[in-house]
Protein backbone atom coordinates (compact mmCIF):
# COMPACT_ATOMS: atom_id res chain seq x y z
CA UNK A 1 0.00 0.00 0.00
CA UNK A 2 0.98 3.58 -1.05
CA UNK A 3 1.77 5.75 2.26
CA UNK A 4 0.37 8.98 1.26
CA UNK A 5 2.76 12.10 2.55
CA UNK A 6 0.50 14.54 4.67
CA UNK A 7 0.20 18.74 3.34
CA UNK A 8 2.55 19.55 6.50
CA UNK A 9 4.98 16.68 5.41
CA UNK A 10 5.15 18.37 1.96
CA UNK A 11 5.50 21.75 3.45
CA UNK A 12 8.28 20.99 5.53
CA UNK A 13 10.40 19.04 2.92
CA UNK A 14 9.46 21.72 0.64
CA UNK A 15 11.08 24.20 2.89
CA UNK A 16 14.35 22.04 3.71
CA UNK A 17 14.77 21.82 -0.21
CA UNK A 18 14.34 25.91 -0.70
CA UNK A 19 16.94 26.14 2.67
CA UNK A 20 19.04 23.42 1.25
CA UNK A 21 19.08 25.32 -2.22
CA UNK A 22 19.80 28.63 -0.31
CA UNK A 23 22.56 27.90 1.58
CA UNK A 24 24.13 26.50 -1.57
CA UNK A 25 23.37 29.75 -3.43
CA UNK A 26 25.36 31.23 -0.29
CA UNK A 27 28.16 28.86 -0.47
CA UNK A 28 28.74 29.92 -3.89
CA UNK A 29 28.17 33.19 -3.73
CA UNK A 30 30.59 33.05 -1.19
CA UNK A 31 33.17 31.28 -3.54
CA UNK A 32 32.99 33.67 -5.96
CA UNK A 33 34.03 36.54 -4.12
CA UNK A 34 37.13 34.88 -2.07
CA UNK A 35 37.90 33.97 -6.11
CA UNK A 36 37.52 37.83 -7.16
CA UNK A 37 39.13 38.88 -4.56
CA UNK A 38 42.29 37.10 -4.80
CA UNK A 39 42.10 37.12 -8.34
CA UNK A 40 42.29 41.21 -8.15
CA UNK A 41 44.97 40.56 -5.45
CA UNK A 42 47.24 38.45 -7.29
CA UNK A 43 46.73 41.06 -10.68
CA UNK A 44 47.27 44.02 -8.43
CA UNK A 45 50.37 42.53 -7.36
CA UNK A 46 51.59 41.22 -10.87
CA UNK A 47 51.29 45.07 -11.86
CA UNK A 48 53.28 46.32 -9.31
CA UNK A 49 55.90 43.91 -10.21
CA UNK A 50 55.79 44.57 -13.91
CA UNK A 51 56.01 48.40 -13.04
CA UNK A 52 59.01 47.22 -10.66
CA UNK A 53 60.82 45.49 -13.71
CA UNK A 54 60.09 48.52 -15.77
CA UNK A 55 61.68 50.87 -13.46
CA UNK A 56 64.83 48.90 -13.56
CA UNK A 57 64.80 48.02 -17.04
CA UNK A 58 64.49 44.60 -16.49
CA UNK A 59 63.59 42.94 -19.91
CA UNK A 60 63.43 39.49 -18.57
CA UNK A 61 61.69 39.54 -15.70
CA UNK A 62 58.84 42.46 -17.60
CA UNK A 63 58.53 39.74 -20.22
CA UNK A 64 58.10 37.02 -17.84
CA UNK A 65 55.24 38.73 -15.22
CA UNK A 66 53.37 40.21 -18.68
CA UNK A 67 53.24 36.83 -20.08
CA UNK A 68 51.77 35.51 -16.47
CA UNK A 69 49.66 38.51 -16.68
CA UNK A 70 48.19 37.47 -19.72
CA UNK A 71 47.67 33.98 -18.72
CA UNK A 72 45.85 35.11 -15.68
CA UNK A 73 43.89 37.60 -17.63
CA UNK A 74 42.89 34.81 -20.43
CA UNK A 75 42.16 32.25 -17.75
CA UNK A 76 40.07 34.89 -15.77
CA UNK A 77 38.75 37.47 -18.23
Given at each position: MEKKK???E???AYAMTRI????FMEELFTD???NEL???TKKERLLKKI???????D???????????????????
Open positions: SYAIVKQSERMMLLLSDDALDNKKETFKLLTEELKGLTKQFG
